[in-house]
């Protein structure tokens, strides 16, 4: 039995929705119920009782349409009074009766302005296809989830977050597409077909409500935690955080990637930067420092403006560091110099770039050790002066002069150890004047002291030549004490050129006799270091390479015990003539003037040019006679029997000859 009321139009008493004629003022409705009965048969009928016309049964899921047919003709008649109180004409509880009836009365209506094709559109807006599925269009419903499916798989592939309002578009098209589709499908139903699906029609409308309110709410609610995954993902950006953003920022790529929100695409954009610079990170690590800078580098240069430079700059900056020590350990400081002045010129900025000048200082002092270590003292001193030089400010710049002091003092050692004397006071020089104040320059007058020991057990041991070499730098530098000062060393000078000389040093030999001759001219040694020296010239130039020098002809007799040589100087240049044996000597002539340089040998000496008599102990001589300031000519020399009481004659010229 229905219990749906409805309100009359005349007397506006609430009275039964299938009632045909009002109780109280007797208005007329014409009144169609339909439904089915339990044996599931249609029914369209008139009938308040709604009882089926075929089976009997009770209607089930029935639609009542009552409309309104006329007005009474007379006024309608009061009910007649009963003895008993009025209060049973009109119950008390009426209103509440009215109020119930009225709010099913609202639901009555809004289910029975339901048609299919409205339900069926309502059920596709949902994107599923449900409005094919109740109309039971299974092919059309499958193909809706085809499409569903490719459509996301288009969305994944194309990338949402590159431009959400064409996909939010493309989405909305779609779903519109589906409910207009659903709509007039609905519409084109023949009528049996219709019947039967509008059995269910409330519960298909409210169950696509229900859909809608819960993909539209948990849209929503999706949208929210991708834009609180974007505000965790800018925040960790903002600090630097990569680690952490991207976190949040794969999860914006994955999980939240069709939540459409606008700040998708610069969710990526911060992704992709942080993946380059995690990248570079994990490059250094590997040792890998070159590939790591290029990658830091790509990434300045994609991303000028990015909050990230700075981090970008310091990773660059520290695996430039960490290259450059890595060189320094490996012994390569040169290399290790020039990744510190790329980190210095492309990143002074950064936190190691405040910090390189005194890694490069390191790096110099190092180096300096280094070459100190092998002995290579000279090249030690140059990384020293360029530490000294440029970074004077930094700890190893102040370190380096004690450094400077030892590589010095280890070099004089050494050439002390040689017996270069000399060359060891001037490096001791160097620490006294530039470094006082170091630990090596406190040790030099203990040096000085030894040295003059060493000497004076030289000369008394007779070791002329270690005691020429030790004295003649005591002197040279002004260390030989005054007591010691007026030391002769004429005598050792001159042994110490014999010695020389017999062990065919005759550069050293010839230093040292003309040392005696010029410091001791009053000795007299001088005038054996004279010919000594001759001797020792001889030899030198000889060794050298010389010219052929024929021997002179016999002119005549001279005085006994006594030989003579005349000498005629037929060349434009000045001749330097040595006679080495048992009276060595020298002596030079003067060029002839008029004389001129031949390109062949005359027949006859010319005889025009000066010309000297050289009277020397008669011997056997070797004679050098070379042009004093004509480099370009070869000496000639030559061996020379010179018999006692006998004249020579030789002249001399010089012949060109094309080459």
């Not at 578009?169 to 207009?180: H, P, R």
């Not at 019947?195 to 929503?220: D, K, N, Q, T, W």
């Not at 310091?314 to 350990?329: C, F, I, M, P």
């Not at 060393?489 to 003309?514: M, P, R, S, V, W």
Request: proline share 6%.
């Amino acid at each position: 039995m229905n219990t749906e009321t409805k309100k009359c139009a005349l007397c506006a008493e609430m009275i039964p929705i299938e009632a045909s004629t009002c109780p109280y003022c007797g208005a007329k409705y014409d009144v169609t119920i339909q439904g089915y009965c339990s044996q599931d048969h249609r029914v369209v009928t008139a009938d308040e009782r709604g009882l089926c016309p075929t089976c009997g049964g009770p209607l089930i899921d029935i639609r009542v349409e009552s409309h309104h047919l006329e007005k009474p003709l007379a006024a309608p008649q009061p009910v007649t009074p009963s003895p008993t109180p009025p209060v049973e004409a009109a119950p008390t509880a009426q209103p509440v009766q009215s109020e119930s009836t009225s709010k099913k009365s609202w639901r009555a209506r809004l289910e029975g302005s339901l048609s299919l094709p409205l339900v069926v559109g309502l059920l596709n807006l949902n994107g599923l296809g449900l409005g094919y599925l109740y109309l039971r269009k299974w092919r059309r419903w499958f193909g809706i989830l085809f499409v569903d499916f490719l459509l996301f798989l288009m969305a994944a592939g194309f990338n949402t977050s590159k431009n959400p309002p064409l996909w939010a578009g493309i989405l909305g098209v779609w779903l519109l597409f589906q409910a207009l589709n659903g709509w007039w499908r609905a519409r084109k139903l023949y009528s049996f077909e219709r019947s039967h699906l509008e059995r269910h029609l409330p519960f298909a409308f409210y169950a696509a409500v229900v859909i809608l309110v819960v993909e539209c709410v948990g849209f929503f609610l999706f949208r929210q935690a991708g834009q609180k995954a974007f505000e965790a993902a800018k925040t960790a950006y903002e600090a630097g955080d990569c680690t952490t953003a991207r976190t949040y920022l794969g999860d914006l790529d994955t999980i939240y990637r069709f939540t459409l929100i606008p700040e998708l695409a610069q969710a990526e954009n911060w992704s992709m930067e942080c993946n380059i610079l995690e990248n570079a990170s994990l490059i250094a690590e590997e040792g890998d420092y070159d590939e790591a800078i290029q990658e830091y580098a790509r990434y300045l240069n994609k991303y000028p403006q990015s909050g990230l430079v700075p981090i970008a700059q310091e990773g660059a900056s520290g695996a430039y560091q960490a290259w450059a020590t890595k060189l320094r350990e490996e012994g390569a400081y040169e290399e290790a110099l020039l990744k510190y002045e790329a980190l210095a010129s492309s990143y002074p900025n950064t936190q190691a770039g405040t910090q390189v000048n005194t890694w490069i200082a390191e790096t110099y002092m190092g180096w300096a050790t280094k070459y100190k270590e092998e002995g290579e003292y000279a090249t030690a001193i140059e990384k020293i002066d360029e530490l000294l030089h440029d970074f004077p400010d930094t700890p190893s710049g102040v370190n380096g002069k004690d450094l400077a002091s030892e590589i010095y003092a280890e070099w004089a050692d050494q050439l002390l150890q040689a017996e270069d004397y000399g060359e060891a006071f001037r490096k001791y020089e160097v620490i006294v004047s530039e470094y006082p104040n170091t630990p090596a320059a406190s040790k030099f007058d203990a040096v000085l002291n030894d040295l003059i020991e060493t000497g004076t057990e030289a000369l008394a041991d007779g070791r002329h030549c270690q005691a020429v070499m030790i004295f003649e730098a005591l002197y040279a530098g002004g260390y030989l004490p005054e007591a010691e000062s007026s030391i002769d060393l004429a005598d050792t000078l001159f042994n110490c050129g014999q010695e020389e000389f017999a062990a065919e040093k005759y550069d050293e030999a010839i230093a040292h006799f003309e040392a005696l001759i010029t410091n001791y001219p009053d000795s007299p040694l001088v005038g054996q270091a004279e010919a000594a020296l001759v001797d020792a010239r001889v030899a030198q130039m000889k060794v050298a390479g010389t010219g052929e020098l024929p021997p002179p002809l016999e002119s005549g007799w001279t005085t006994p015990g006594t030989s003579a040589v005349v000498i005629s100087n037929d060349s434009p240049e000045r001749l330097e003539f040595l006679f080495s044996g048992p009276d060595s000597k020298s002596f030079i002539m003067e060029p002839c003037e008029t004389c001129i340089n031949y390109m062949f040998s005359p027949i006859f000496c010319p005889e025009k040019g000066p010309s000297m008599t050289v009277s020397v102990v008669p011997g056997t001589y070797q004679v050098v006679v070379r042009a004093i300031d004509d480099s370009s000519i070869t000496p000639w020399s030559g061996t020379w029997e010179l018999a006692d009481g006998r004249q020579y004659f030789n002249c001399f010229f010089i012949v060109t000859r094309l080459q």
